[in-house]
């Protein structure tokens, strides 16, 4: 996975909770590197590996973890890192369903890069059926990336991990 994911993780765990939890962290984890470059590419193990060793350190849940992880991917380092992508929409489900297509843009000169795949089904006008795949496996990151996306524009969206591939998203 690229390291800008870790990078996040470690900005994250520093800024939130203090240099110290994520030197805990990253004890925990062989072969952590010192500087982790967004463009890195980070073998998946080692970022799962990071994110148990995270839930140890801090005492929290995956589900907490990834929560957290998403409000700040979204609302503080991608606002630094990748604000362009913000620039076209202004609200959560065009944001969402914009979601496969910036992973494609994002990722397709990058080698090495294996984005998620996202797709859509519209169960009425409000309920979304947002359709995961990934061998990653990163479901609860997805759910908590989301909510990130609700508290960025502002909208009460109700979240459900129907299944290891399915999420469904109401809107208001
Ligand atoms: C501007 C916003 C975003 C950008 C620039 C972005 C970019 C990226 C990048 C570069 C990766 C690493 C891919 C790789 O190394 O193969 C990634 C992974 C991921 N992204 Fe995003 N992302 C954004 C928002 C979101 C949102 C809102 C979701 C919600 C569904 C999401 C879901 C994921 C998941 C679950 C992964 C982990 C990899 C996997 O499951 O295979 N991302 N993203």
């Not at 990078?7 to 925990?28: M, S, T």
């Amino acid at each position: 996975m690229k390291g800008t994911i870790l990078r996040c993780l470690k900005e994250l765990v520093e800024e939130k909770f203090g240099v110290d939890k994520w030197r805990a962290v990253a004890a925990k984890v062989e072969g952590m590197p010192r500087v982790i470059l967004p463009i890195s590419d980070v073998p998946d193990a080692k970022v799962i590996e990071a994110v148990q060793a995270t839930c140890d350190v801090l005492g929290i849940t995956l589900q907490q973890a990834a929560d957290a992880f998403g409000d700040y991917w979204v609302n503080v380092y991608s606002q630094k890192y990748y604000s362009s992508f913000y620039k076209n929409t202004d609200n959560a489900r065009d944001f969402i369903l914009s979601m496969d297509k910036v992973h494609e843009a994002m990722t397709s000169n990058l080698e090495n890069a294996h984005p998620p795949k996202f797709s859509y089904a519209w169960k009425d006008d409000k309920t979304l059926i947002f359709d995961y795949t990934s061998n990653r496996g990163l479901i609860d990151f997805a759910v908590g990336l989301l909510k990130g996306v609700g508290i960025h524009y502002n909208t009460n969206l109700k979240i459900t991990k129907l299944s290891d591939k399915q999420i469904e998203i109401i809107f208001p």
